[in-house]
């Protein structure tokens, strides 16, 4: 389309009408004028477009960020409450496990599958423990940014999801919004906006 216009441009060809002091002067009629116009008009909507669809994949990447970051943080109390079983085995608890598994079996013919279970748990527990880890350098991370802004709210907004995603006791929106003297409106806002820049330590640009 870009190549096409540049065509289109170079086939209007102006008349030179005198030369001054070296200078060309070239005279362009009224329809050539209307044509470039249009050409430019063209080439303007498309870039407008362009860059529109641009903004639009931006947003929707961010929003994608933020809708994984509050499901991660909702899973976190479950995560953490397997603390212990995701700790990384001894060899005499692979041992145990092993045991415990062929203790139901009718002969040995099913070992290889059951150590394929067991290693299958530890790589969900290493996995568990990434993401625990993760989210609670976020969240850290997140805080300290709050306790050096100038925004008033800032350390509300972490207080606020912090007591909604990782704090021990649970608290619902309406506890929250009370405890803070605010709307559950203005709970519900803190914490989507909270997620937005969490989204970044925990995800990425």
């Known amino acids: 389309m870009e190549r096409q216009s540049e065509q289109e441009l170079l086939a209007i060809v ?3 009408t005198e030369s001054l002091e070296g200078n060309r002067i070239y005279q362009v009629t009224g329809r050539e004028l209307t044509q470039i116009a249009e050409i430019s008009a063209r080439e303007a909507v498309k870039m407008c477009r ?3 669809k641009k903004t639009e994949k931006r947003e929707q990447s961010n929003a994608d960020k933020v809708k ?6 909702s899973d976190y109390r479950r995560l953490k409450r397997e ?6 085995f001894t060899e005499g608890e692979k041992v145990e496990k092993r045991w415990a598994f062929l203790r139901d079996l009718m002969g040995s013919a099913h070992i290889n599958s059951q150590e394929s279970v067991v290693e299958k748990e530890e790589k969900r527990r290493a ?3 990434y993401y625990i880890n993760r989210i609670e350098r976020a969240i850290e991370t997140y805080r300290e940014e709050c306790e050096t802004s100038k925004k008033p709210e800032a350390m509300r907004c972490y ?4 007591e909604y995603y990782i704090a021990e006791e ?3 929106v309406a506890q929250i919004a009370s405890e803070e003297c605010v709307s559950e409106k203005t709970v519900y806002k803190d914490i989507g906006n909270a997620c937005k820049i969490i989204a970044v330590y925990l995800l990425g640009v």
């Open 159 to 162: 207080r606020e999801v912090y």
């Open 127 to 129: 996995e568990n423990m």
């Open 83 to 88: 603390i212990p079983e995701n700790e990384e």
């Open 50 to 52: 362009e860059e529109r």
């Open 68 to 73: 994984r970051t509050k499901k991660l943080l």
């Open 14 to 16: 102006p008349v030179e």
């Open 170 to 172: 649970e608290k619902t």
